[in-house]
């Protein structure tokens, strides 16, 4: 279960990487703030297995706050590219 | 204890794999909102499977905790409710605003009521 939760990280960190390459090479704001929220949630997922490796009982919580408040910035960025309007 | 060990093991990998696969889906994806459509595995499917690991690891090494299992009902509820929220939102303001969307897109009533 050890090597497993290790090669889901590293596939987690390869995952990020491949966005934030995205993130630079995007056109639009949209797609940079999709994929903005896909390299967001792989961090916390690796955040989440480097607790559950190291014992940490941070982790689950910090998975818990990500998971409700981490979309603020993707819906602020929705509002940004609207220009302010509803 | 072998058998829940293995059920951890494999849903970190196969979440972390759903995560790759929506993480290349992005280059592929021809606009904005054919991303904003391939980015619901990752975070409805992928996010709620590796918490699930993580809770499950958990469990088997620091015993049984139900506080941590609360936590992590709310967190998979969060993940796959709040995340398709933000995604509707992202989706309705790239209608709106001027990015490039496919010219496939008929009809875009949010783009013409400018």
């Not at chain 1, 279960?1 to 995007?26: C, E, Q, Y």
């Not at chain 1, 509002?79 to 302010?84: D, E, F, L």
């Amino acid at each position: 279960m050890t090597l497993a939760f290790w090669v889901a990280g590293s596939i987690l960190a390869a995952a990020a990487m491949i966005g934030i390459v995205r993130v630079l090479t995007a056109r639009d704001a949209a797609t940079r703030a999709v994929v903005g929220d896909l390299v967001f949630f792989s961090c916390i997922c690796i955040l989440a297995l480097f607790g559950a490796r190291y014992a940490s009982s941070v982790s689950v919580d910090l998975a818990l706050l990500a998971s409700i408040l981490g979309i603020l910035a993707t819906i602020a960025l929705a509002r940004i590219i609207t220009r302010g309007q509803r | 204890m072998i058998v829940l060990e293995f059920l951890a093991g494999t849903l970190a990998i196969v979440g972390a794999l759903l995560f790759l696969s929506v993480a290349i889906a992005q280059f592929r994806a021809r606009d904005a909102l054919s991303r904003i459509n391939a980015l619901g595995p990752a975070t409805a499917l992928g996010a709620p499977m590796l918490v699930l690991a993580v809770a499950i690891g958990r469990s088997l090494e620091q015993g049984l905790d139900w506080m941590l299992w609360i936590k992590t009902a709310i967190t998979i509820v969060a993940l796959v409710v709040v995340s398709s929220v933000a995604s509707n939102v992202l989706a309705r303001a790239t209608c709106r605003s001027d990015a490039a969307v496919d010219e496939a897109t008929h009809p875009n009533d949010l783009r013409s009521s400018q």
